[in-house]
């Protein structure tokens, strides 16, 4: 009974030495990780990135507050960095409207291009504003107080900023429902990505041996949050239906190249024999780099 007991204590204390030891290890690697790696990881973090603005290549913008940003294309943060703070593009007319409901309590319908329900109509209340590009109302589809971006508003009857550029080569997804070709069994609905609607068609028979009976145009997704962040701190001017892939490009045109020059019509002719989409958003320059790049690694 006795040598039980010794070997009882005995295990709780090697038990005991083992915990201590780990507790020490788990010490020693959070001292180690906070004045070795992460010095490592903030330095470069607060390395200047290739091909980024910052306040001091912009002398003009030296008086401006610095708002520290990620950017975000399609969701992913890929740069951690500081811009200028610009004044964001504000529709004026919306505005105006907005106060007037305010004053008057009164109801006013909207598509919202942001949130839950993006592009779909809603009835709302305006109560406030926290800043000029962001209102408190009342949600009448779910009865309750919620934020609204300005610039994601559309109502009818408010004029919005037009796309940058009238040419565009983009891929639209289709979604098509029809028969086997072979089985002449029915086929659910597939997307595909096409240039055009007969693109879809050929590319539905073609790869899944599909005669489309059902087709339907699915609207890209519309920007996210961050992206309409972003513009806002560049000062960009855009519509409330902007979608994500047209955000991106917006933003890589202005901070990868600086520039916004429209599309030249030997560029667009290139692109579109060799099918390389672009959009309204998409500069010169950067339309110049993506032919570069997809015609080097044909």
Known sequence: MQNISEQTAILIALVFLCACFYILFLLLRAFWRAFT??????????????????????????????????????????????????????????LILLNNAISNSATIEIKYYGGSRAGKERKIIPLYFIQENLIIAMCLIDKTEKHFYVNRMFVKGINYPKPLYKTENKKISFSIAGIGQKTKRKRKAKIYRA?????????????????????????????????????DVLGLAYPPTISKKEATSYLTSHLDFDTMTPPRKSSTSIAIDNQIPFDCYTSDELLSHHIEQILSNQ
Do not use: C, W
């Open 37 to 94: 790696v992460k010095p490592k990881l903030l330095q470069k973090t607060l390395e200047k990135p290739k091909n980024t603005i910052s306040s001091e290549e912009s002398p003009a913008d030296n008086d401006m507050p610095v708002i520290e940003i990620k950017r975000t294309i399609y969701g992913s943060d890929f740069i951690n960095g500081s811009l200028p703070q610009k004044e964001p593009f504000i529709n004026h007319q919306l």
């Open 195 to 231: 240039f055009s609607k007969q693109e879809a068609i050929n590319t539905a028979l073609k790869k899944d041996e599909t005669i489309a009976e059902k087709i339907e145009i699915i609207p890209d997704d519309y920007a996210t949050t961050e992206q309409i962040k972003y513009l």
